[in-house]
Nanobody
Framework: QVQVVESGGDLVQAGGSLRLSCVVS????????IGWYRQAPGKQREWVATITRPGVRSYAESVKGRFTIYRDNLRRTVYLQMNTLRPEDTAVYYC?????????WGQGTQVTVSS
């Protein structure tokens, strides 16, 4: 069973930065895709960013230019660097790891951006 653990969420003022971490219990190259999603109160979970096994990165339009996804294979960690945060970025952020036909989710980490 693959374990996925997120951390790094916090309360931050608008315009500030945070870095989220997603630690997986298996080697990162064993995954097809690792990505970040978020869910705001009363809203559906939405995709934020992904990085594929070859290293291709994709971003939702709402975060493009402000967020960066990258990985450290030795630490088995995928990061989400979030800059110029906005109140609308407030949500629980989840990490998803995909391998073959299985996906694994973490418990989420809360990000709150105050105006």
């Amino acid at each position: 069973q693959v374990q996925v653990v997120e951390s790094g969420g916090d309360l931050v003022q608008a315009g500030g930065s945070l870095r989220l971490s997603c630690v997986v219990s298996a080697s990162i190259p064993s995954f097809n895709v690792i990505g970040w999603y978020r869910q705001a109160p009363g809203k559906q979970r939405e995709w934020v960013a992904t990085i594929t096994r070859p290293g291709v990165r994709s971003y939702a339009e709402s975060v493009k230019g402000r967020f960066t996804i990258y990985r450290d294979n030795l630490r088995r960690t995928v990061y989400l660097q979030m800059n110029t945060l906005r109140p609308e970025d407030t949500a629980v952020y989840y990490c998803q790891a995909l391998v073959d036909s299985s996906d694994y989710w973490g418990q989420g980490t809360q990000v709150t951006v105050s105006s």
